[in-house]
Structures are given as structure tokens and as C-alpha cells.
């Protein structure tokens, strides 16, 4: 009798696992947006917290209007960002570059060229034909971008619905979501509180690195511009801050597009010093923002980093702030496992010199007060 009751057991288990996984498996591809709304109304939830008493007796109305905000704030702004930087690379390529091409090559025939080309073992003839190859290359990619952008419209529009829906109903009922995730949750009650206090801290710190990313390149990128005599240069570092905010964009557009424009009106040293600088400002991303990310976390610099680039590698764009947080809770049941009494792993992270601060009571499970309000 005992026996068929513990089969009972494992086969509802077995059961109920089995419905849990084939739901997250049909929305596996639904699941990024909503995690990035979560992200966004956990970074929203104090400002709601704020508002929603100043409301009175519409304090109801305090999720939607948090959501407007943000769209309006946010989301547009980003909006038309990514659409004119797109819009400005396809026309810049879709010009008649022939005209250019020949003065290129034409530099290219310069005596002095020459010699140093013949010097570095290169002919005129093969580095013209490998300029007008990289510009057909070049332009055949942003085509095929171009093109690529046009057919994940819908899936856009989707992800765009998906991300205003979750962000609405995490700061409507993520105090209710909270309070049921304290009830259900295996592990203790401090334990619980140091992982959402970690995630909070990650994606605070996501944010912090991608705004001081954007300053850092942007002032690079308008330093670069009016050192080289570029035309525009306080626009278009304006610019290049305001595209550095897009993951997988950054100032590319802007650095790459002025050393195009000093080549082409033959100041090669100038044009040189903007591809040297166009590479430093690129490479300060992947410098800066594991830095802040893992000051404002508590994040060894290295983990952040492959979190930063992992994340992108899987989640897209979304994965700047998706990697950090699954970082974090790796990180959390790592330390867990290593608190464990009876354990031979030491603790790890910022916090395993003191125990995990506890921020409800031993009796009950109330979310703590730095949580979203339901």
C-alpha cells in the first residue's frame, strides 16, 4: 500500500513537471519581451509607489499610468532612434559610390601611396580591386539587413504587444506575484529575500552600465569628431550617444561613417586617426559596462562580462539585461549550496561574509517593502 502511494506521488509529480515544461515550451519564444517588462517594472515600481497615494481615491490607475509613461519616455524615443539610424545606414550605402570609388583609386595612384604599398608588398591593382569589392560586400550586407529588418516587422509588433502587456500586469500584480513566489519557494526565508534583493541590485546595475556607456562613448565619439575637423561634429556626437543607448548598434554608424567621409575627401591621416578611434570607442563598451555592472551588483567583472555577451548571444538585444540577472541567480545557489550547513564549498560573492540580511519574519512571508506594492 505504502509503495502505491509513493508511485502515486511520483507520477503526479512526474505529471505536473511534465505540464510545466510543455507550457514553457510553447511560449519559449514569447517569454524574452515579458522578461523584459518584469526587468522594466522592477525599475518602475518605486516611482509607481510614489504616484499611486498622490492619486488618492484613482490610485487603481497608477500601473496603466506608469506604463504610459514609459512608453512615451522609453519606448518612442527608442523607437525612432533604431528607425533613423537604420533609415540614415540604408541611405548611406544605397548613394552611387562610383564617383568615390574613382577618387579612392585615384589616391590609390598617388606616387607616394604607391611607394608604401610597394614597400608593404601590396600592388595598386589588388588594393583597388579590394576596394571596390569591400564596397559591393558592404553594401550587399546593409541590404540584406535592411531586408532582414523589413520581414520581423510583424514579430516586432508582437514582442512590442507582449512587452506593454507584461510590463502593465508586473506592476499591477507584482506584489501579488512576489507574495505567491515567498510562499512556494523551497528555501528559507532569508535566502529567498538576498536572491530578489540580487536581482533588483542587477538589473539596477544593467541600467547604470548602459547609461554610462552611452556618456562614456558619446563624449569619445564627439572628442574624436571635433579632433579630426568633422563637419557636424556636436550633432553627430549627440547622435552617437543616443545610438549607443541600442544594443548592437552602439556609435558604429557615427565613427565609421566619419572615417568614410575623411578618406573620401583624401585626409588619410585623419581618416585613420577616426578608424583607430572608432575601435577604442568600441572596445570601451566591453570595458565600462561589465565595470559598473559588477560594482552595482556585486559581479566579479569577468562573470558580468560573459553574462553581457551570453545574454546577447541568446536572448538578442533583451540578453544586455537578461544575462546579468540569470548571472545573479547562478551566483545566488552557488552561495546557497556553499551556506548549506555541513558543507565542505565556502561561500562566494560580496555577501558571504555575513549572513543574508533577513528582511521578513520567521513566522510569516510578506514581500519585503522594497518590492512592487500590489
Not at 140 to 152: D, K, L, Q, T
Not at 163 to 181: A, E, M, N, S, T
Not at 326 to 355: E, K, M
Amino acid at each position: 500500500m505504502q509503495q502505491d502511494t509513493q508511485s502515486d506521488r511520483w507520477l503526479s509529480f512526474a505529471l505536473r513537471a511534465g505540464l510545466v515544461a510543455l507550457f514553457f515550451w510553447m511560449v519559449k519564444g514569447l517569454l524574452v519581451p515579458v522578461l523584459l517588462g518584469g526587468l522594466v517594472a522592477l525599475l518602475v515600481s518605486p516611482l509607481q509607489g510614489r504616484l499611486a497615494p498622490r492619486l488618492g481615491r484613482f490610485r487603481q490607475f497608477a500601473p496603466a499610468i506608469s506604463t504610459v509613461g514609459v512608453i512615451i519616455l522609453v519606448c518612442i524615443p527608442l523607437a525612432v532612434i533604431i528607425i533613423e539610424a537604420s533609415a540614415s545606414i540604408s541611405r548611406f550605402f544605397a548613394r552611387d559610390w562610383s564617383n568615390t570609388i574613382e577618387r579612392v583609386q585615384g589616391l590609390l595612384n598617388d606616387g607616394r601611396i604607391t611607394g608604401l604599398l610597394n614597400r608593404a608588398g601590396l600592388s595598386g591593382d589588388d588594393v583597388r580591386t579590394y576596394v571596390s569589392n569591400l564596397f559591393e560586400r558592404v553594401g550587399s550586407s546593409i541590404a540584406g539587413f535592411a531586408g532582414g529588418m523589413v520581414a520581423a516587422v510583424p514579430q516586432t509588433i508582437v514582442d512590442a504587444f507582449l512587452f506593454i502587456v507584461g510590463l502593465y500586469y508586473l506592476l499591477r500584480d507584482g506584489g501579488l506575484l512576489l507574495r505567491w513566489l515567498l510562499t512556494q519557494s523551497p528555501f528559507r526565508n532569508e535566502e529567498t529575500d538576498v536572491l530578489f534583493a540580487s536581482i533588483q541590485d542587477t538589473v539596477h546595475g544593467a541600467v547604470l552600465g548602459l547609461l554610462a556607456t552611452a556618456a562614456v562613448q558619446g563624449t569619445l565619439t564627439t572628442i574624436a569628431l571635433f579632433l579630426f575637423k568633422v563637419p557636424g561634429a556636436f550633432l553627430l556626437g549627440l547622435l552617437a550617444t543616443l545610438l549607443s543607448l541600442v544594443p548592437m548598434i552602439g556609435t558604429t554608424p557615427v565613427t565609421l561613417g566619419a572615417a568614410v567621409y575623411l578618406f573620401v575627401v583624401g585626409r588619410i591621416g585623419g581618416g585613420i586617426g577616426m578608424c583607430v578611434a572608432a575601435v577604442l570607442i568600441g572596445v570601451s563598451d566591453n570595458v565600462i559596462r561589465p565595470w559598473v555592472q559588477s560594482s552595482h551588483g556585486g559581479m566579479h567583472p569577468l562573470i558580468a562580462l560573459l553574462a553581457i555577451f551570453g545574454g546577447l548571444e541568446l536572448f538578442g538585444a533583451a540578453g544586455i539585461f537578461i544575462g546579468p540577472v540569470v548571472a545573479a541567480i547562478v551566483l545566488w545557489a552557488v552561495n546557497t549550496r556553499g551556506s548549506v550547513p555541513g558543507s565542505s564549498l565556502p561561500p562566494l560573492g560580496p555577501h558571504a561574509s555575513q549572513p543574508p540580511p533577513s528582511l521578513t519574519s520567521p513566522t510569516s512571508r510578506p514581500p519585503p517593502t522594497s518590492r512592487p506594492p500590489a
